[in-house]
Every structure is written in C-alpha cells, then in structure tokens.
C-alpha cells in the first residue's frame, strides 16, 4: 500500500474510533467528512440540541506537541467557514447552538487514547 494510502486508512480510522467516543459519550452523529470546497469537517455531532463540529487530530506521541495545538487560527478559519456552509446546507441547525470541539488522538491508530477538549475555540474569536 502507498504510504499516502496508509496514511489515509490510518485516519479514517482513528476519526471512526473518535466517533465512538462520542457516541459513547452520548453525542449523536450527524455527519462524518463532509466536505466543501473551503474544507472539511471530520466529524459533525449533537450534544443534546448544541451542534457539534469535531476535529480530530492524531499524533502518534506528544514529543512535538498535541493535536490541538497544531488547530492554529488559520485553520480554526478554514474550519468556521466549512461549519457556515454546512449551516446552510442543512438548515434545521442553523438557529441552534453550535460548538467547535477538538478531539486529541494518541498512540496506536488501531487503538488510540482520546482527549477531548470541548469548546476549544469559538467562531468569534477568529
């Protein structure tokens, strides 16, 4: 398999175990990968009735930092104008609450550790 293939399987499955999480957690899914022309979403979920968009970092150790700290502003943007065009797209959310969520995959892809960081950044402060 090409590298960029494995590279690909191996988040795909980290974002499917991180959906999980969530769900186990109580988030209900929405979406997963939903992509635009601006962006993509990993994972879009609902935590009750606030709407949830989740990105999902994996690093295989934190030698280098964490997966949130690699979400730096200009990507938090790319991730604000993706979430506007899901918004208005799917307009049954668009009144409602809405959260930006990180989610820190570590370790083995098969079997990572989570943290998830809730609220990690709002739209207005971008």
Same mark, same amino acid.
């Given at each position: 398999m090409p590298p960029s293939a494995d590279k690909r399987a191996k988040? /795909?499955?980290?974002? /499917?175990? $991180?959906?999980? !999480?969530?769900?186990?957690?109580? &988030? =209900?899914?929405?979406? /997963?990968? $939903?992509?635009?022309r601006i962006g993509e979403l990993?994972?879009?979920?609902?935590? %009750?009735a606030t709407l949830v968009f989740v990105e999902v970092r994996f690093r295989r150790n934190a030698r280098f930092g964490g997966g949130a700290g690699s979400v730096d502003v @200009?990507?938090?943007?790319?991730?604000?104008?993706?979430?506007?065009?899901? &918004? $208005? =797209?799917? =307009?049954? !959310?668009a009144g409602g609450a809405c959260r930006f969520?990180?989610?820190?995959?570590? %370790?083995?892809?098969a079997a990572?550790?989570? @943290?998830? &960081? =809730?609220?990690a950044f709002r739209a207005d402060d971008c």
């Open positions: 988040g /795909a499955a980290v974002e /499917a175990a $991180a959906r999980d !999480y969530l769900i186990d957690a109580g &988030l =209900r899914e929405v979406a /997963a990968n $939903a992509t635009y990993d994972l879009v979920m609902l935590d %009750g @200009h990507k938090r943007r790319k991730l604000i104008r993706a979430a506007m065009v899901f &918004l $208005a =797209r799917n =307009r049954r !959310y969520d990180v989610i820190e995959a570590e %370790g083995d892809p990572p550790t989570f @943290h998830w &960081l =809730r609220d």
